[in-house]
């Protein structure tokens, strides 16, 4: 099994940055997926970012130019840069990982497929 904690949600004004991190545990991260979703309320899970074990990544067209999701050197953490955030960026964010996917395939996970971390709110005041 794959066991993913997260940390890094705050509360920030419009403008500021915050920075999500995922460590995972029980697998090898080269073969291993990982990524960002978000759920606003009232709002659908919404896939944010990725990068797979060849480290190409994929954001959603509302974040492109702001975050970037890297890995450590090590690689047993996943992070998140949230730069320029804004108040459309308010949601719940989850961590999520699969198995020999692909970045792009990753953002298409369904809950009940592959593993996920217990979410961190962000809350970006205007």
């Known amino acids: 099994q794959v066991d993913l904690v997260e940390s890094g949600g705050g509360s920030v004004q419009a403008g500021g940055s915050l920075r999500l991190s995922c460590e995972a545990s029980g697998y090898s991260y080269s073969t291993i997926a990982m990524g960002w979703f978000r759920q606003a309320p009232g709002k659908g899970r919404e896939g944010v970012a990725a990068?797979?074990?060849?480290?190409?990544?994929f954001y959603a067209d509302s974040v492109k130019g702001r975050f970037t999701i890297s890995k450590d050197g090590a690689k047993k953490i996943a992070y998140l840069q949230m730069d320029n955030l804004k108040p459309e960026d308010t949601a719940l964010y989850y961590c999520?990982?699969?198995?020999?996917?692909?970045?792009?395939?990753?953002?298409?996970?369904?809950?009940?497929?592959?593993?996920w971390g217990q979410g961190t709110q962000v809350t970006v005041s205007s």
């Open positions: 999520a990982a699969g198995l020999t996917l692909s970045c792009r395939r990753l953002m298409s996970l369904q809950f009940n497929e592959g593993y």
């Open positions: 990068v797979d074990s060849d480290d190409a990544t």
